[in-house]
């Protein structure tokens, strides 16, 4: 490398975070939840706590943040008006712009896992420990179980793939079988690509009310909201209006008890009427469910009496 290469001490300045200007093409990307919290990080803080690097391009007088693009965007979300940034006023080359971005993410240092978690272990708060947006896999909180004898063939488990597509058909076939090419999976799901950021604000906001940072476990929340509404999926085929059905087919019995389940006690009762009424011939062997219709028939008036 030649003397030339060598950069002058970069200056700190201040200023408002929306004058910069954010590269096109960015190597280093951030998953949703890191990045929201990021954000939610620095409005705790209400500063940035590591500084950006911006080049001066005195050409076109715009001021390129070459690394620290993140957390720049995050600061703008989180109501920052003024920053502090590293800023190289010197010209650089394109070739450089291109290396002191890439060396910024790729050279890092690694954690040592024994003290790393001996630190975590130490914040008491969940905040705190949701703050350092580490997760189990960082912390390599299973490092004592021995999972050497656990193969593949012993695991019990699915994988499920699921793709967010345009409403445009060709291109959503096009981005299926893409995605279909490059991993397999036991079962694929295509959603509407506008749902995609719904998805992402649920396990977010499944994430915030519960305090954790884990996203299978967000997802459990979510999921355990879901079947406590199991009833309200009647909407799907019950009028309340006027007590009819809205269509034809079936209808899940979850949706009409509101519960996946009941009581073995209560089962075998209604098992034991169920074989009584199709042991006397009124309801059909093989459409046991029609003792259902017999328990809603209207009753008569000298019934109510």
Not at 28 to 51: K, M, W, Y
Not at 78 to 83: F, R, V
Request: charged share 25%; hydrophobic share 45%; proline share 5%.
């Amino acid at each position: 490398m030649e003397e030339s290469a060598r950069l002058a001490p970069p200056q700190m300045v201040q200023g408002d975070p929306r004058a910069l200007t954010l590269l096109d093409l960015n190597a280093r990307f951030l998953p949703h939840e890191q990045f929201r919290q990021l954000v939610a990080n620095i409005e705790r803080d209400g500063c940035l706590t590591s500084t950006p690097l911006v080049w001066n391009d005195t050409d076109t007088g715009r001021l390129v943040v070459l690394s620290g693009n993140h957390r720049t965007l995050a600061a703008i979300e989180a109501g920052l008006t003024t920053i502090w940034w590293m800023q190289i006023d010197q010209p650089l080359p394109r070739q450089r712009q291109i290396a002191l971005q890439l060396s910024h993410n790729a050279i890092a240092g690694q954690d040592d896992p024994a003290i790393l978690k001996e630190l975590y272990d130490e914040l008491e708060s969940v905040e705190w420990r949701q703050y350092t947006g580490l997760d189990d896999k960082a912390l390599d909180l299973l490092e004592k179980v021995d999972v050497s004898a656990l193969g593949e063939a012993n695991l019990d488990f699915a994988s499920v793939q699921l793709m967010f597509l345009p409403d445009e058909l060709e291109r959503a076939e096009a981005a299926f079988d893409a995605a279909r090419a490059m991993a397999s999976a036991d079962q694929r799901w295509a959603a509407g690509l506008a749902q995609y950021e719904p998805v992402l604000d649920a396990l977010e906001t499944s994430r915030a009310a519960y305090k954790v940072g884990n996203s299978a476990t967000a997802l459990g929340v979510i999921l355990a909201v879901f079947e406590r509404h199991l009833g309200e999926l009647a909407e799907g085929w019950f009028d309340d209006g006027s007590e009819a059905p809205r269509r034809g087919g079936t209808a899940p019995l979850e949706t009409v008890f509101g519960v996946r389940g009941i009581p073995v006690d209560t089962a075998a009762a209604v098992r034991a009427a169920i074989d009584r009424l199709v042991k006397d011939g009124s309801v059909p062997e093989d459409e046991p469910w029609r003792a259902l219709d017999i328990l809603a028939a209207p009753r008569s008036q000298d019934q109510d009496v």
